[in-house]
């Protein structure tokens, strides 16, 4: 099993719809998750920290369940705007390393007018 | 000062050359890293700083020859690589290495002719 696994889409969309992204890990032991957004040929920015309470930010809201090994980003209203690769990281001690964010392969968010 | 700064930003280099990658950052985070991306593939770790002391080295080969100055500046030395090198290098940095976070500068497009 992969360390970090998601669905690499691409999910096409059109404007307002809601839409989720999940991303399974595979080492019981992280601790700390992530939902970064990369733009083509640009370097990825940090969208949402993922807590075990769930959070949320305007349209985005990120999830974790522990008990089943994954986290989930849910977008609502979807924009334009949100087309991009969104990338799940986590942090955890993976090869004996700590401090050793891993991420998975992208899923591509394609939202159409 | 909230940005992660690397130069060049795009650089070609011959398989004989020696060039040297730069990162900088003025946040007052203690961890610094190296990533490297290839197209359509996720940020894979190279080297990981913590507290200017080298702390991961991700079997990377000795080709690549990371260097931290000081807390604020991390560098890739970069000599005799291969075509299969050519990628997109990623510094980021982040206050700590475990539940926090990366930001991440632009990237140094590198092509190895």
């Known amino acids: 099993r992969k360390e970090v696994e998601q669905d690499p889409g691409p999910f096409n969309v059109p404007e307002g719809a809601t839409v989720a992204f999940n991303c399974t890990y595979s080492?019981?032991?992280?601790?700390?998750f992530f939902w970064y957004r990369q733009d083509c040929r640009k370097e990825p920015k940090l969208l949402m920290s993922v807590y075990s309470s769930g959070n949320e930010d305007g349209r985005f809201t990120a999830q974790l369940n522990r008990a089943s090994q994954y986290i989930s980003l849910l977008i609502r209203d979807s924009k334009l705007s949100d087309s991009a690769t969104y990338l799940c990281?986590?942090?955890?001690?993976?090869?004996?390393?700590?401090?050793?964010?891993?991420f998975g392969k992208g899923t591509k968010l394609s939202v159409k007018p | 000062d909230t940005e992660v700064t690397q130069t060049p930003k795009h650089l070609v280099m011959g398989m004989t050359n020696k060039k040297s990658l730069k990162c900088e950052q003025h946040?007052?985070?203690?961890?610094m890293y190296w990533y490297k991306q290839k197209a359509k593939k996720p940020p894979e770790l190279m080297f990981v700083y913590s507290y200017e002391k080298l702390s991961i080295n991700e079997s990377v080969p000795s080709r690549f020859s990371p260097e931290c100055p000081n807390s604020s500046l991390l560098n890739l030395h970069l000599h005799a690589l291969q075509p299969e090198d050519s990628a997109l290098y990623l510094c980021a940095s982040s206050q700590g290495t475990e539940f926090y976070g990366y930001t991440f500068g632009s990237g140094t497009r590198l092509t190895v002719v």
């Open positions: 946040m007052g985070h203690r961890a």
């Open positions: 080492n019981s032991a992280s601790q700390s």
């Open positions: 990281a986590v942090n955890g001690n993976y090869g004996g390393s700590q401090g050793n964010l891993i």
